[in-house]
């Protein structure tokens, strides 16, 4: 496909590439008016898929992003019925249709074989988000947020909402709560030491003029970022969407730069409570944790070097880190989780089922066994197999439920959002995987390990203890201070939040 910028005038094309490995034609443009960055990947699959994402760094743990991604999606200007997102579903031919919330962005991505399906979702997407009913209707920040909830004058106070009730289950689950301390624990000085999703002791402290001011920020086309992928007329999408929304914005200036947190000069230690059942044992229910930054997403090579030293180190069989705290019955579950979702990447070596005292021991196998891998050399037929495993997944391509197209394009979103020239950086990695292949007798990977793991001081060791009763008494806390703060109402005060209570419940 070649890009006729003379039907296409509103975009300017920045950068044509032709992306081999999945067969595909990229294109780079930027809207000349708004300043939406669009990225297009033309090709001759029928499942075609679109998303507009947008940078949304938290400035606290509130959860303003997550709440907003919820509340748009509840009518908008054109579709201004209470939920589309629910009619959609049930009506729709897509065969992907849904909204995430990371860390640092938000996506509202959809995917669908039919031409007139897919331009209806994606007029139903665009208006949502640009023009949501949250101005006209404070009572979908409610519901979906966050309100006080009172039946009767005589009943007590408490605080009900979709994301608050959601963010209550998700921290009462310590895989959750783990991982959350651990991306908190290595970027303290930056957006990601929040909780976007919202933390549910700070839901109630956003406001709704907060929450529309969110939205004003981060919701522009200048901070927007637009995907096209599949067989489609891309010019005719393009100058629709100019048409529609796009034309109706001038380009500012947003400040959404997600920070670079600058390196640590010791490894950080944490211990954080998990709520346990009273019929659990408190021995043998601690999770260890030790966790290293690396470097920036933007290493392309790196991106894929450490999902190989996962399978080499912790996931291959007899793999010898794994097996080394496993001798030594450190724990019974051993992962190793690679992540790679924020502008600087992580690795973490997990151990669950274990013990506080066993810390030192944890640490010390951790270092003992890597200094002997970088001193002996990691065996070469476990790297080769994690690397053939790898480039076997990544031909296949097979995703599952998930549309091929999408999972690209949130590849795309892993560079592009950190540097917008860059959004095709994680799409062609054969050439990665023959380099890897070249490396595995040349000391490569032992210097990974020498650089990222033994000699690297943006460390953290997270300790996650199980704890009885903690949820029964912060739910104790919650309740002592609701009661206190419906004392401080007026009784008239008190009857508007039972008629709110009953008004949302129609």
Known sequence: MKMNLKNCSAYELLEEKHLEDIKSEGFLLKHKKSGA????????????????????????????AHILEH????????????????????????TFLNAMTYPDKTIYPLASCNDKDFQNLMEVYLDAVFHPNIYKCREIFCQEGWHYEMESLDAPLTINGVVYNEM???????DGVLEREILNSLYPDTSYAFE?????????????????????????????YFYLYGDMDMEEKLN??????????????????IKIQKPFQQPRELVIPYHI??????????????????????????????????????????????????????????????????????????????????????????????KEQVSQGINRKSLMAGINSFEFRYREADYGSFPKGLLLGIKCLDSWIYDENQPFLHLEELEIIEFLKSQTETGYFEQLLQKYFLENPHAS??????????????????????????????????????????HLKL
């Open 37 to 64: 960055r669009i990225c297009l990947i033309s090709n001759e699959d029928d499942n075609k898929v679109f998303y507009v994402g947008f940078r949304t760094p938290s400035l606290d743990s509130t959860g303003a």
């Open 196 to 224: 976007s999703g919202g933390n549910p002791e700070n839901i109630p402290e956003l406001t709704y003029e907060q929450f529309l001011a969110f939205h004003q920020k981060y919701y522009h086309p200048c901070n927007s």
């Open 277 to 370: 059942a009273s019929g659990e044992e408190l021995k043998d229910n601690t999770y260890l944790s030790y966790n290293v930054s690396i470097e920036t997403i933007l290493d392309k090579t790196l991106y894929v070097a450490f999902d190989i030293l996962d399978y080499a180190l912790l996931s291959a069989p007899g793999a010898p880190l794994k097996q080394a705290l496993l001798d030594a019955g450190i724990g019974k579950d051993i992962m190793a989780s690679f992540d790679c979702s924020s502008l600087q990447p992580l690795f973490s070596i997990i151990v669950k089922n274990s013990n506080p005292e066993r810390k030192e021991e944890f640490l010390n196998i951790i270092q003992k066994v890597l």
């Open 168 to 174: 209550k289950g998700a921290f009462s689950s310590p």
């Open 461 to 502: 060791v997270v300790l996650a203890k199980p704890e009885y009763g903690l949820n029964a008494k912060r739910e104790e806390e919650l309740a002592k201070k609701l009661a206190e703060y419906k004392a401080s109402l007026s009784l008239e005060e008190q009857q508007a939040v039972v008629d709110f209570t009953h």
């Open 240 to 257: 629709w969407i100019d048409r529609e929304y796009l034309s109706k914005y001038d380009r500012i200036s947003v400040d959404s730069e």
């Open 71 to 94: 509340s748009v999606l509840c009518g908008s200007e054109k579709y201004p019925v209470k939920d589309p997102f629910v009619e959609l579903a049930k009506s729709s031919l897509n």
